[in-house]
């Protein structure tokens, strides 16, 4: 990796290139991908942008999936008592779904025939997986793709042999991939682009100076930044906002030791002819949005008719006293009469419909409530694990369908971790050697008696004793 300023050596990549790539995300991709993440986070906001709470302002009517309301609720300047109720039911069926993935470790065994050989690179790669955040790693692989339908992973050599391999997640609103004409799976070029902001003041300009005092002084210097890989090496841009009309200057630069481009695609779920997957929040939003308009007008209707009114007749002084247990009103009057009416009454019709849009949530992501711990009243007897399985059979349906594509993605993220140390002199191996063995855990709670007589019935079988002891989660204990 060599640092280098502008000069006249041609870009790996033409600059008109680059500028349709980038143009073509920004209005065609990115504004989708931005909208599956706020509608995932949910996050207020709050006047000019702010995220700092505030009393004075109505909190629920400033989340993001309030846009998804219709106006009649959302108008608040004709009518300030309207309640606006935003429950965010997207999130913790996506939280559920990394969960059963990733809530356990997972076992990675190299495959190699030699066994020597097999424990050396079965303790490099948890080395590295470990290096780059362990079990967490997985899990924002999953929460990532849940969100967005795909993920990248960039497989960053180190400098030297004694230097790590890194590996960095690209989110899916920085990755700018340029397919091949010939085949939509083949990667020709990537490019990672993305704001960021530098330690530097940013208030250069009467527009920079507007934007400090109402951003409560906050104001640093903001760059465009983009890398480019290819097959043959790397670049690195910067640039300033687009307003200033300045082009891109280049940075950094380098060859590519790998020979090819260094990025795993893993798509959340199969969609064949795309390089996107398929996302787990985008079938959800008109059912999230659906359910928030019932939810706040079942709000407004118990705001308005829960209390009880009275009516009275022929009662001299009966407003000047209020309502309320013990009251008693006296009167010589033998017509006069108090008539009650009001009241929160029973609406099977608007229960029966949140209900349906409940159940349809569950459907189209596969989670019940009962994965997140809910457990209502009529559940029968779960108490054997087949049980549990008819219940959540939509769920372990779609955490196979998920384990294939990820599980594709971390064999050839771990393919690609060994020719990177083959390369860089770390181990030297064979492309025959670098297969591995993933074993997925059961996504059910298992005591440890329990899973210690599985394991003697695995290997009466004849199971080899080195994957029992890796599925016990003792693989680091071998071969010392």
Known sequence: ???????????????????????????????????????????????????????????????????????????????????????????????????????????????????????????????????????????????????????????????????????????????????????????????????????????????????????????????????????DGFEVYYSSRALTGKRRSRVEAGGNRLGRVPVIHIQNLAQPFFYPGLSDVEALIPLQDELNTRLSDRANRVTFQSFKMYLGKGIDGFTDRPVGPGQMWSTDNPDAAIHEFGGDASTPSEDQHIREIREAMDKASGVSPIAAGVVGGKTGNLSSENAIRIVLLGLLARIEKKRLTYGAGIEQICELILHTADVTGVLPNSPDERRVRLDWPTPFPDSEAQQLRNALTKKELGVPSEQLLAELGYSECIGH
């Open 1 to 231: 990796m060599s640092r280098a300023t502008q000069d006249s050596s041609s870009p790996l990549i033409p600059s008109a290139v680059v500028d349709l790539l980038l143009a073509e995300h920004a209005a065609q991709t990115q504004p989708g991908l931005e909208r599956l993440w706020r509608y995932y986070r949910n996050q207020a906001t709050y006047s000019g942008g702010d995220t700092r709470p505030n009393a004075s302002l109505n909190y629920t009517s400033r989340c993001t999936q309030a846009q998804g309301l219709p106006n009649r609720l959302l108008n608040q300047q004709r009518d300030q008592s309207l309640e606006i109720v935003i429950e965010n039911d997207i999130a913790w069926r996506v939280h559920s779904l990394v969960d059963f993935m990733f809530g356990k470790p997972l076992v990675i065994q190299s495959l190699a025939d030699d066994p020597n050989r097999r424990t050396a690179i079965t303790r490099l790669l948890n080395e590295t997986f470990r290096a780059n955040g362990g079990d967490g790693f997985f899990q924002d692989l999953a929460l990532l793709g849940s969100i967005y339908g795909y993920v990248d992973v960039l497989v960053r050599p180190g400098i030297g042999p004694q230097s790590n391999t890194r590996l960095e997640i690209i989110e899916a609103p920085r990755a700018v991939p340029m397919l091949s004409t010939e085949d939509y799976r083949q990667i020709d070029a990537y490019l990672i682009h993305h704001t960021q902001q530098t330690q530097e003041p940013g208030d250069r300009t009467f527009l920079d100076r507007f934007r400090r005092r109402t951003c409560n002084g906050v104001a640093r210097k903001t760059i465009e930044r983009t890398e480019v890989w290819t097959a």
